[in-house]
């Protein structure tokens, strides 16, 4: 079945450091991923659309320099997190699917981040 | 945009015992999901059911899309099925601009006791 990698599972940094988390679909091509944050015991919450080769669309509330994205082929998105804060502290978690309509959204395994 | 509520919020039960979770959606939708996210927090898909019935071993789902719910069943629970229960949802919008945005509903948090 369809699999969504992403990468790495956990950081740990300081304050001001930039993060970069990778969300891979292994076996299929996707030309749009999605990216989800989880605050403890709450639901997830979609941050951003990233489309292959073009701008990424945020939510509304999400700051778009804070949290970069690239999606610069069909089987790769990037999320940054610039100048990490300990409020940006949250678990991340990407979904693709193949591209054909009426497939399901599979997600990667999620990257618990925290900022100390 | 759209709204989904899950009920109920929290369940605990025996192990054996059978359970029912709801999920209700306010508009028309292309596609929907039941997800169990275990402790480590992964998200296991569990069904993909915009519509009608479908079963996998001790779990299965429906859902009525004319009336905006699903319903999730587990039978003869164990502890393992112990987590949080996501539904989420693809609105069913024209031009298409919402294709596989998912919105998620806030869990149902299912403890099992041996």
Redesign the interface.
């Given at each position: 079945g369809a699999v969504v990698s992403q990468h790495p599972s956990r950081v740990i940094c300081k304050s001001g450091t930039s993060v970069k988390i990778e969300c891979r679909s292994l076996d299929f091509q996707a030309t749009?991923m999605?990216w989800y944050r989880?605050f403890p015991k709450?639901?997830?919450?979609?941050m951003a659309?990233s489309n292959e080769g073009s701008k990424a669309t945020y939510e509304q509330g999400v700051e778009k320099d804070k949290f970069l994205i690239n999606h610069a082929s069909l089987t790769l998105s990037t999320l940054t997190v610039t100048s990490a804060h300990p409020e940006d502290s949250s678990?991340y978690?990407c979904?693709a699917?193949p591209t054909a309509?009426?497939?399901?959204?599979?997600?990667g395994?999620?990257t618990?981040l925290s900022i100390l | 945009g759209i709204q989904v509520e899950q009920s109920p919020p929290d369940l605990i039960l025996q192990e054996g015992a059978n359970s029912t979770l709801r999920c209700n959606f306010s508009d028309s939708v292309?596609?929907l999901?039941w997800?169990h996210q275990n402790p480590?927090?992964?998200?296991i898909?569990l069904f993909?059911i915009p519509s009608g019935t479908k079963q996998n071993g001790r779990l299965s789902a429906t859902t009525v899309a004319t009336e905006r719910y699903s319903l999730l069943y587990i039978s003869s629970s164990q502890t393992t099925d112990s987590g949080v229960y996501?539904c989420?949802v693809?609105l069913e919008e024209k031009g298409?601009t919402s294709?596989?945005?998912?919105?998620?509903?806030?869990?149902t948090i299912l403890t099992v006791h041996p």
């Open positions: 749009t999605f989880q709450q639901s997830l919450m979609l659309t678990f978690i979904s699917s309509r009426g497939r399901p959204q599979h997600f395994d999620g618990r | 292309n596609n999901q997800f480590w927090g992964q998200l898909n993909y996501f989420a693809e298409g294709y596989g945005k998912l919105t998620f509903g806030q869990g």
